[in-house]
């Protein structure tokens, strides 16, 4: 009966950190979260998700709910992020995915070559195709109770394009690179298909009480300068300009977060892509960042997951030396990639509080 509840009367939201350091206003603490917060390091998720078809988990909007819930009862985050995965966009296109497990996402019948791109839906409703996503914020709004903004996401055209065509995740990412220099035009066909359907999808999130957006460019690293400007930045400008314009139509805007894994030589042109937010990974150093984004955006990151394998005092100094690099204002705290699933959740918390105590005293310091 629950999710008979529509998009509207949202209980009101009593923690706003995430969202104005998103937008670069003045914080009392540094906001935040992690990706893969709702992971397989909590017993609470591996017992949850336990016999349970991956997918079949997705489309269940109570089982995102409390997916995605989990993590806030057990750690004080400033935001939550939805539980979901990327790969619902190319099924949603008509492609075949399963989660195999030892494997991870398997395409059974990748795309091989040019004319393999008429399998796939040009015009995909995704109303109907991803309802259950928009469901799934929907119900999960309802029930954070305005405790955290809740975070939308989908992956970015050239990450999918590549899971597309690999069939599955990759060390060399050759057989979707190949595509790049010998079929230029179908690659290009191909990401702009993805761009209208990523575009729909962030739209419909936001509709159903998504109150950010974060852009996954998982396998931008794998490119080099010239093709990622080619085939990456393009389309992830396109989202940005094409998702605010259309809120802004409604009178309506969310912060959006673009993260591209890997793609430090491509920071500048990334603070100047029409997203509130540039996440980054933990091979950028924190003030280089700053200087070279010219203050144009808030930050997120960075820390280096494995640094929480660290003892309990190390992950402090670490999280400290980081906030020093970056500065309270502007500044979105986050790990440069998700959380591992062997990862002790009590260091987790370790984190969250470091992040805390230390912004306080330094916004004190001021």
């Known amino acids: 009966i629950e999710t008979k509840q529509g998009p509207k009367d949202f209980p009101q939201l009593k923690n706003d950190t995430f969202l104005r350091a998103a937008r670069g206003e003045e914080t009392e603490h540094v906001p935040v979260w992690c990706m893969r917060q709702a992971g397989r390091y909590l017993p609470e998720f591996r017992e949850f998700r336990a016999g349970k078809d991956f997918f079949d988990t997705c489309r269940s909007p109570e089982a995102c709910c409390e997916l995605t819930l989990q993590p806030l009862r057990r750690f004080p985050f400033d935001a939550a992020i939805i539980f979901s995965d990327i790969l619902v966009v190319p099924q949603a296109m008509g492609m075949d995915v399963q989660m195999v497990a030892g494997k991870g996402p398997t395409f059974p019948e990748p795309l091989k070559e040019p004319e393999d791109l008429q399998r796939l839906q040009v015009k995909v409703d995704v109303e109907k195709e991803l309802g259950y996503v928009f469901k799934a914020i929907t119900l999960t709004r309802h029930k954070i109770e305005g405790k955290v903004p809740l975070i939308g996401f989908t992956g970015a055209p050239w990450t999918l394009m590549s899971y597309m065509i690999e069939g599955g995740g990759s060390n060399t990412h050759s057989k979707a690179k190949r595509w790049l220099y010998r079929h230029p035009e179908a690659s290009h066909m191909l990401l702009k298909m993805l761009t209208d359907v990523v575009v729909e999808y962030l739209l419909g999130q936001v509709a159903a009480g ?19 400007k080619d085939f990456s930045l393009p389309y992830l400008r396109d989202i940005a300009r094409r998702v605010k314009d259309k809120l802004k139509e409604k009178g309506q ?10 793609a430090h030589y491509g920071l500048e042109d990334l603070s100047q892509s029409y997203y509130e937010v540039v996440g980054l990974d933990w091979t950028i150093d924190p003030r280089s960042a700053r200087e070279r984004t010219g203050g144009r955006v808030s930050l997120q990151g960075n820390m280096d997951p494995c640094a929480l394998y660290s003892p309990k005092e190390c992950i402090s100094d670490i999280v400290r030396k980081m906030l020093e690099g970056f500065g309270t204002r502007g500044y979105i705290a986050n790990l440069g990639h998700g959380l591992y699933p062997d990862m002790d959740p009590e260091n987790v918390g370790t984190f969250v509080e470091a992040v805390h105590q230390h912004s306080i005293q330094m916004n004190k310091q001021v």
């Open 210 to 228: 998504a109150q950010a957006l974060q852009v996954f460019e998982s396998h931008a690293g794998i490119l080099g300068p010239v093709q990622f």
């Open 253 to 262: 805007d969310v912060p959006m977060i673009v993260f591209a894994k890997d």
